[in-house]
């Protein structure tokens, strides 16, 4: 009763209940709050504190920057999308809160697409190797059950395309990348398409910022090749896997393809089956029947593999850098 009550005090006051109907509506920083709120910082700051603090909004850092959202799990959580739920929806502030915020979300997208446009030669160089994207995605659609990916982690997430295409099936979707500007980008395509339970995160992928057996799938997606330690990028994504949970690896098979490394920053040149199945058994998961797609001259493969109950991972010396993926 107690905690109920400090919850419900803390959400009492007119800018708090403001705060929580935005941040229903996505990952925002404390400048933007400030702006759409045009309060001062240090108050929206203390607001968003006491938020915090009753566990009604979650804060992640990026760099020196800090997103709010509204919380994702906990009595406190349901308690928030229940009040954000009561505001009426006719409410002339709110009305011109969302306003301010669609302001804002248009700004980030026309930022998002310059910096996709500046880069999206580099990518398109490279699709033009192998195998259309849409093959790849409806290959691992086609590994997954009917029911879907469950909660799904992409590691690397690069623009977001792995979200855009599992997240629609998954209750909770959450990618994690280094680069900043590839997350501007995620996080505009997935506004975007209505997505508003998958977000992403800066986080390093040989240190993920989520306790063990959190997921029910994890995503690989073209990330082992920037890895300078392939086997503890999978053993990471194993420990944040729940027993049964799946992984899926997509990478390239082994090619001769040199200029990959000198002018994509490809680490490796393309794994053998047999090296990713070796890594998978050291990190406690069992491969299922590998997927290979021939390009023109690249091959893409895609690895399944099962988290086995029972079995930890290896222990392994963490890298100390990573290198984002640009889906």
């Not at 309060?39 to 006491?50: A, G, I, T």
């Not at 800066?202 to 306790?211: G, K, N, T």
Request: net charge negative; hydrophobic share 45%.
């Amino acid at each position: 009763m107690d905690d109920l009550l400090a919850t419900l005090k803390a959400a009492a006051e007119p800018t708090r209940l403001r705060l929580l109907a935005l941040c229903a509506h996505g990952e925002l920083t404390v400048s933007e709050l400030t702006h759409i709120l045009g309060q001062s910082q240090p108050r929206v700051s203390r607001h968003l504190k006491l938020l915090c603090d009753a566990r009604l909004l979650d804060r992640f850092r990026e760099g020196t920057f800090a997103f709010y959202r509204l919380a994702e799990r906990g009595p406190s959580a349901e308690l928030a999308r229940v009040l954000v739920d009561a505001i009426p929806a006719d409410d002339p502030m709110l009305a011109l809160d969302l306003e301010r915020l669609e302001s804002i979300k248009r700004g980030r997208s026309e930022a998002a697409a310059a910096y996709f446009r500046d880069n999206a030669q580099r990518w398109h160089e490279i699709r033009s190797l192998h195998v259309p994207e849409r093959e790849v995605e409806e290959a691992l659609l086609r590994l997954l059950p009917d029911s879907g990916p469950g909660e799904l982690l992409d590691i690397g997430t690069g623009t977001g395309r792995m979200l855009e295409v599992l997240g629609p099936k998954s209750p909770r979707a959450v990618g994690v990348d280094q680069s900043r500007e590839m997350l501007a980008v995620a996080r505009s395509k997935l506004e975007a398409a209505g997505l508003r339970h998958c977000h992403v995160r800066q986080a390093d992928m040989y240190q993920l910022p989520f306790p063990s057996a959190s997921f029910d799938t994890a995503v690989v997606h073209q990330v082992l090749h920037f890895s300078e330690d392939p086997a503890d990028v999978l053993g990471e994504a194993a420990r944040v896997l729940r027993p049964g949970g799946r992984l899926l690896i997509v990478d390239f098979a082994p090619h001769g393809l040199e200029a990959l490394r000198a002018e994509h920053a490809h680490r490796r040149l393309g794994f053998a089956d047999e090296e990713v199945a070796a890594w998978c058994r050291q990190a406690g998961l069992e491969c299922g029947p590998v997927v290979h797609l021939p390009g023109d001259p690249l091959t893409v493969s895609i690895w399944p593999a099962v988290r086995l109950a029972g079995r930890a991972a290896v222990p392994s010396t963490p890298s100390l850098s990573m290198t984002g993926a640009h889906s």
